[in-house]
């Protein structure tokens, strides 16, 4: 188990000690941590208990055994040391905050404890001299508490559990989901004459500029696990919160159609539901719903507080999808951000409904070069070169549009074209019409 494993594993029954006992999430899971090491100890592995909590005779469940040796009677003997065992470790935490109250000794002793809501005073109030009796007998515990706390934000769990479990978490991040060295390396699936880096990074440019939050498209990655790894840094370098994945399903099929939305953890089901819905009546094709992705790479390898959702935003395989897509993208965009609280609204672009009217099915891309630019003759060389149709416009202000219309015959062209352009450091501006 690693340590983000364990942190979900946690999570619940810390957040649920605050409702049961008024005990401070962030302490419970931080004890959790230290005395179990990780949910490493024997006592962790065999009896899902956390904290060695013995089983006194206050204690009627499961009894886990351990054999100690004891100096009897002048010589060694094998003692069996008795241990309460749980069914699951949810329920060590949940009778650990309990262990806090469970009698009148230990409520007296620990009153400063309960109802507590700063963590630093917390775990004051089971040490000496604020408790009668130290809970621990270590003099760096409190030290490493709080280094706990601070260090994997678990009083992010108390505002959580204070504030009331209906708190939405904002996004932390988005990424096209297909990334690479400039842009385009891994170009996802590909139909209907479009490819799925190019969707998933106009959608996500989108987000991005409307709620501002942290970009986590890697353009480094020179392979699928480059990728994927550069993504999951990206991720553990931005806020806490939901990290949102772009992307477009496919399949062998044209029929295959709908949204559907991935959750690395099952907490976060609810949310992908929601998303998946609000996206899918949006768009107006049907909503597959929300899916197991605690399989997914980023799932598994982005810290703790990090919450993972892999967008499916229709099949680039359908036609009528892509369609959908194109037509309502900014309304399904906008749909998504309100499920997190965020109330934007969305500019309708304008600018190119005389080509998308003549040509509806077309996509059309503007490049805008000051006609002596050395970027000018290089694009101008390399359409000629590939042989691309193209017409020019001069602009206002003495540049010249290039408008290239020759893409939807031939996706490869397009990718190549921009491949070519980020391999020189050009700008361009990419209008779908
Ligand atoms: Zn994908």
């Known amino acids: 188990m690693n340590e983000n494993e364990f942190l979900n594993i946690i999570k619940d029954g810390s957040i649920k000690s605050w409702g049961s006992h008024s005990v401070l999430p962030s302490l419970v899971a ?21 904290f060695g909590i013995k089983a006194d005779s206050e204690w009627h469940g499961d009894v886990y055994a351990v054999d100690t040796k004891e100096f009897l009677n002048g010589e060694w003997t094998t003692v069996k040391a008795n241990f309460r065992k749980y069914d699951d470790i949810g329920e060590s935490i949940i009778d650990h905050a309990n262990f806090f109250v469970e009698n009148d000794f230990r409520r007296n002793n620990y009153k400063q404890l309960i109802g507590e809501t700063d963590y630093k005073k917390a775990v004051k109030a089971i040490l000496k001299p604020v408790a009668d009796y130290s809970y621990a007998t270590d003099p760096n515990y ?19 559990a ?18 690479g060295a400039g842009r385009w390396t891994d170009p996802g699936a590909v139909g209907n004459g479009l490819q799925e880096a190019t969707v998933a990074r106009e959608i996500n440019d989108k987000i991005i500029k409307l709620v501002g939050c942290k970009d986590t498209t890697d353009d480094r990655g020179t ?20 990290q949102i994945s772009n992307h477009l399903n496919s399949f062998g099929s044209a029929s295959a159609t709908g949204v559907e939305v991935l959750y690395g953890d099952i907490s976060d089901k609810p949310m992908a539901e929601k998303v998946s819905k609000a996206i899918a009546d949006a768009l107006g094709i049907a909503n597959r719903g929300a899916k197991d992705g605690s399989w997914l790479y980023i799932a598994n390898n982005s810290n703790w507080d990090k919450k993972v959702l892999l967008i499916e935003w229709g099949f680039i395989s359908n036609p009528n999808d892509m369609k959908a897509l194109k037509n309502n993208m900014d309304k399904a965009i906008q749909a998504m951000l309100k499920c997190f609280d965020y109330n934007v609204t969305v500019d309708t672009p304008t600018t190119n409904t005389d080509v998308a009217n003549k040509r509806p099915r077309q996509a059309v891309e503007t490049y805008w070069y000051g006609v002596d630019s050395p970027k000018y003759k290089l694009i101008k060389q390399y359409l000629k070169d590939n ?4 017409t020019e416009e001069k602009g206002e202000d003495g540049r010249i549009k290039i ?16 491949k070519y352009l980020s391999k020189n450091d050009m700008n361009f501006e990419v209008v779908l019409a």
């Open 223 to 242: 392979s699928v696990n480059g990728i994927l790894a550069n993504t999951v840094a990206n991720i553990n370098n931005s806020p806490s919160g939901y």
């Open 142 to 160: 409190e030290d490493k508490i709080i280094k706990l706390i601070e260090q994997y934000k678990l009083y992010e769990w108390d505002n959580v």
């Open 30 to 50: 931080s004890q959790a941590i230290l005395e179990s090491g990780w949910g490493e100890s024997e006592l962790a592995k065999n009896a899902n208990n956390l």
């Open 403 to 418: 408008i290239v219309s020759s893409f939807n015959q031939d996706s490869d062209n397009k990718y190549k074209l921009e």
């Open 387 to 390: 042989d691309l149709k193209h």
């Open 162 to 179: 204070i504030g009331g479990n209906d708190m939405v978490e904002k996004i932390g991040s988005s990424h096209a989901g297909h990334g």
